[in-house]
């Protein structure tokens, strides 16, 4: 199974830059949207942006990765 997580873009040079969501910034490659702006959100696979999101499905998400997070056992 593989998983994208959804970050927004907070630095760019190039196809190059980092993304971050919550707490974590990461590393990522543009390359396959290379028109990706600073301050939109991304879908990240294996260091690559593979799609834009728009802000509130990104949000949606990201709100249900914190829910399972959250409610897993200890």
């Keep these: 199974?593989?998983?994208a997580?959804?970050?927004k873009v907070i630095e760019k040079t190039g196809?190059?830059?980092k993304v971050q969501?919550?707490?974590?910034t990461y590393d990522a490659?543009?390359?396959l949207?290379?028109?990706?702006l600073i301050g939109e959100y991304v879908l990240i696979h294996?260091?690559?942006?593979?799609?834009k999101l728009d802000v509130v499905e990104a949000?949606?998400?990201l709100d249900l990765f914190r829910e399972m997070y959250d409610n897993q056992d200890d």
């Design 33 to 36: 949207i290379p028109d990706v």
């Design 1 to 3: 199974m593989c998983l």
């Design 5 to 7: 997580i959804p970050m």
């Design 59 to 61: 949000e949606k998400t």
């Design 46 to 51: 294996a260091g690559f942006a593979i799609e």
């Design 21 to 24: 969501a919550g707490n974590v």
């Design 15 to 17: 196809n190059n830059g």
């Design 29 to 31: 490659n543009f390359t």
